[in-house]
């Protein structure tokens, strides 16, 4: 009788096991495949073309966003994918704000202004300044160079442009960051716009 248990309780984790191990085949086989060095290569050589220099990080009379990514993360090279195919993206990244694009496998010069002082550092620096541990990050700044929000992880296609017109419509005017008066508004209006959201917004 004892010997029949152990039977059947090796047999129950036996068959448990090859459960266990095709399903993970399974999902490893669904696994997207990694895009080829070519396309990669490709798509951050035309990147930079829909950003301003970022030697000189100035504000003016538009609000700011930066874009802290890099030359091999899949959720990084997605989101250039998205700005070098979509002409929505272009076009607001260059008329309706300035954009600039840091990439954190290069450490460039730059000179920023941050908390109302002139600042020359170099683009590691930068990462400490803005407290960055992950790509993509999107630092929105407005006029008066007061960070509004962060965009922390994968963004969508269509959430950066709903946030894009969200800065664009000045929607986080006369409301406070700290208290989560801005958090609250950004994210009634992608519920309102059926965005999904995919990432961390501070």
């Known amino acids: 009788m004892k010997n029949l248990i152990l039977l059947t309780i090796f047999a129950i984790a036996f068959s448990f096991a090859i459960y266990y ?26 990147i930079n073309l829909y950003f301003k220099d970022n030697s000189k990080i100035i504000l003016n009379d538009k609000d700011s966003i930066i874009f802290f990514l890099n030359n091999t993360n899949k959720d990084s090279i997605q989101l250039k994918e998205f700005i070098i195919n979509s002409k929505i993206i272009q076009q607001k990244l260059t008329k309706e704000v300035n954009s ?20 020359n550092i170099d683009s590691k620096t930068m990462l400490s300044l803005y407290n960055i541990d992950t790509v993509p990050t999107l630092i929105f700044l407005d006029m008066n160079n007061k960070e509004i ?11 950066l442009i709903a946030t894009l017109n ?4 000045k929607l986080y005017k006369n409301k406070d960051r700290k208290s989560g008066e801005v958090y609250n508004s950004l994210i009634e209006y992608y519920k309102k716009n059926a965005i999904t959201i995919e990432n961390f917004i501070k």
């Open 149 to 159: 929000f962060s965009l922390i992880g994968k963004l969508g296609e269509q959430q």
């Open 21 to 46: 191990n095709e399903n993970f085949l399974i999902k490893i086989t669904k696994q997207e495949k990694p895009l080829p060095l070519k396309k990669i290569n490709s798509i951050n050589n035309r």
């Open 100 to 119: 600039y694009y840091i990439n954190i496998n290069e450490n460039k010069k730059h000179t920023i202004f941050y908390k109302d002082e002139k600042l």
């Open 166 to 169: 969200f800065i664009k419509d």
